[in-house]
Nanobody
Framework: QVQLVESGGGLVQPGGSLRLSCETS?????????MNWYRQVPGKERELVAA???????KYSDSMKGRFAIFRDNAKKTAYLQMNSLNPGDTAIYYC????????????WGQGTQVTVSS
């Protein structure tokens, strides 16, 4: 089994910054897998925020480009999401995700961490 635990969420003022962490554990070689950050607002579909490949290639949603950065520390088996210039539209529950390339794909999710951007 694979476990993912997010942390780092909280309340921040518009324009502020937060760094989210996703610690992983279980019988996997962390460095071999892509990692993703998603976010979800109640009643809305979950959307991809950022992704980082096992080789360090990154991908961002257009609304996050230039503001967010995803990175990973393979030694710590942890993925991070640095969020800058936050605005109220970024308020959501943020989830860490790891997918095993099986058929069908097996997806692992953390419990989520709440990010609230408000004055």
């Amino acid at each position: 089994q694979v476990q993912l635990v997010e942390s780092g969420g909280g309340l921040v003022q518009p324009g502020g910054s937060l760094r989210l962490s996703c610690e992983t554990s279980g019988a996997i070689i962390f460095s071999a897998y892509d990692m993703n950050w998603y976010r979800q607002v109640p009643g809305k579909e979950r959307e991809l925020v950022a992704a980082i490949s096992s080789g360090g290639r990154t991908k961002y949603s257009d609304s996050m480009k230039g503001r967010f950065a995803i990175f990973r520390d393979n030694a710590k088996k942890t993925a991070y999401l640095q969020m800058n210039s936050l605005n109220p539209g970024d308020t959501a529950i943020y989830y860490c995700n790891l997918n095993l390339g099986a058929t069908p794909v097996i997806s692992y999710w953390g419990q989520g961490t709440q990010v609230t951007v408000s004055s």
